[in-house]
Each structure stands twice: as C-alpha cells, then as structure tokens.
C-alpha cells in the first residue's frame, strides 16, 4: 500500500474535510479526493462519508487510522530527527498568547534546555487563538497555548489552568470613589474612573462587567496599549482602572501600587488550554514539553 495515500487519509481523518487536509498537504482538493477514491478502491470499502460540512470517517475509517497513524508520526519522527545535525537536541515551536507565554511557559521550557543528554531548543511566537491554532493545524507550531478551546478531529486540547481576573486601579483611585461605593455593585462609582485596555473594544472589562455586573462598561478606554504589562504599568502609574490576571498583579498588590476594587463571591475565570495536532505527543520533545507545563500548572492555578 502507498505509504503517500496513508498519509493524505492520516490527514483527512484529523483534520475532518478534503479541504482542511489539502492545505495541509500543500495539495489541490481534487488531488486529495482522487487518493482517497483510489485507497477506497484499493480497500474495497469505504473510508468517510460526505457531508455538507466536511466528511466523517466510515468505521472501517477509523480501524485504519487507529492502526496507521502512530507508524505514519514514527516513520516522520525518524525522518525528521535524521536531518538534524544533533539527534539529542530537538526544537520545539511554541506559540500562545504573548503575556501568558512568556511569563508562565517560555521559563518551564527554558530549564529543558539545560544540557541533560536531552536538550531542547525553543522557539516561541505569539498571537491570538485563532492565528495560533490555525498554524498549528498547519504544522508551523508544535505546541499551542490558546484561551479557545479547538472543534475537531486534528487538534486535542487539555485544561491546563483557569485564570482569575482582577480589577485593579491605583490606591487614590480607590480613595476616590470609597471602599463602601463599590460594593455591592459599584458601577456608577467605578465609571468614574478612566479604562486601560489591551484592544479598543475592551475585551476584559467587557467580560469583567458581563460576568460580575451583568452590565456592558459605559466608557471607553482612555489608555489602551497591547500588552497586558503596559496596561499594569499605566495602572500603577494612576491612569485608571484595569482587569488584570492575578498571576500577572499579585506582586504590584502585595506592594501596594495597585489595589483591588472589588471583589466578587465568584471571580471571573478564564481557562488557558495546551493545544497539539493530533498524533504528535509521540514525539518525544512535544511530549517533554508538554508533561513540564502540565505540571508547572499545578502550581499556576
């Protein structure tokens, strides 16, 4: 059997449609179509049925990409690990949120780069969640960071931490308004205060107020810079109110330059997932780096 057509139905099965597959292959859509025809011919039964939306894999389908799939991923992993000049150091390509991943995961995976015998070179990129998971369906990344958690047989995605938001200005804001004004909703004193966000459309004050108000903010951001640090350096320096991680204010709290507005019964969660192509936690670097982060969240959460 052609080990080419197992490798364009390998695809086709995890990534769920003709189309997503050939991009994946750098393949036309017919050309797909015509070796999955031809496998199915070989076969004599068929691999997927079509639908409007993409095609789903025939029982048969899976048998075969349950038995095919892990020697394909082995026969890439040789492949790959041999045009490396050094078979011990493999590079992992990571991409996640810019703040979240540089803060939290590229230090774990920077530890697994110290000379063990198993070394490992990183690669970091950042962008949104859809940018980040459609290079990862695309083969760019190895391992994604993402707050979205994908649809799909391609990508597997597992929890790695939930994230609490906290609303945060300087103390003299907090001074202004009264300890007392804020609770028990605080909305009218807390549009008093100018907004520092990451995005003009203020994606987490909106969640901040839809999940704790169950009100839309009435004003806009008076300083908005696209990085959640800036945002906390504007908020130490008294430019206004921000929603913030926790992980990311905690020390500017314990310090006193920025303090809690309000706190909620029920904080406002946001959950962070480790994302991979399917098939591909077989290669030992993916996996290493993997397993690291999942335990280094035990400690995020």
């Known amino acids: 059997m052609d080990l080419a057509l197992l490798r364009t139905f390998v695809t086709v099965h995890r990534a769920g449609s003709f189309t997503r597959a050939a991009a994946l292959l750098g393949l036309s859509q017919p050309a797909v179509t015509s070796q999955i025809r031809t496998l199915e011919r070989q076969l004599g039964r068929p691999l997927f049925l079509r639908q409007a939306r993409g095609v789903t894999p025939t029982t048969i389908g899976d048998e075969l990409a349950h038995k095919a799939a892990p020697h394909l991923d082995a026969l890439a992993e040789i492949t790959e690990t041999g045009l490396d000049e050094d078979s011990s150091s493999r590079t992992l390509h990571l991409a996640g949120p810019l703040e979240f991943t540089s803060e939290r995961a590229v230090p774990v995976l ?128 008294g430019a206004g109110l921000a929603v913030l991680p926790r992980y990311l204010c905690t020390a500017a709290l314990e310090r006193g330059e920025v303090t809690a507005l309000h706190e909620p019964a029920v904080p406002p969660l946001r959950t962070y997932f480790l994302v991979a192509r399917n098939g591909t936690l077989a290669m030992p670097h993916v996996a290493r780096a993997h397993e690291a982060l999942q335990q280094a969240a035990t400690d995020w959460c």
């Open 110 to 237: 920077t530890a697994l780069s110290r000379g063990d015998g198993q070394s490992l070179t990183l690669r970091a990129s950042f962008g949104t969640a859809e940018e980040t998971l459609e290079g990862l369906a695309a083969g760019r990344h190895d391992l994604v960071i993402s707050t979205v958690r994908p649809r799909g047989a391609l990508l597997s995605a597992t929890p790695l931490c939930d994230e609490e938001h906290v609303l945060v200005a300087a103390p003299r804001w907090a001074e202004r308004i009264g300890s007392d004004k804020v609770y028990p909703t605080g909305v009218s004193s807390l549009e008093q205060i100018p907004v520092i966000e990451v995005h003009e459309s203020l994606p987490l004050v909106s969640r901040y107020w839809a999940s704790v108000f169950d009100s839309r903010p009435a004003t806009a951001g008076a300083v908005v810079v696209p990085d959640l640090r800036a945002v906390l350096a504007c908020a130490v320096a």
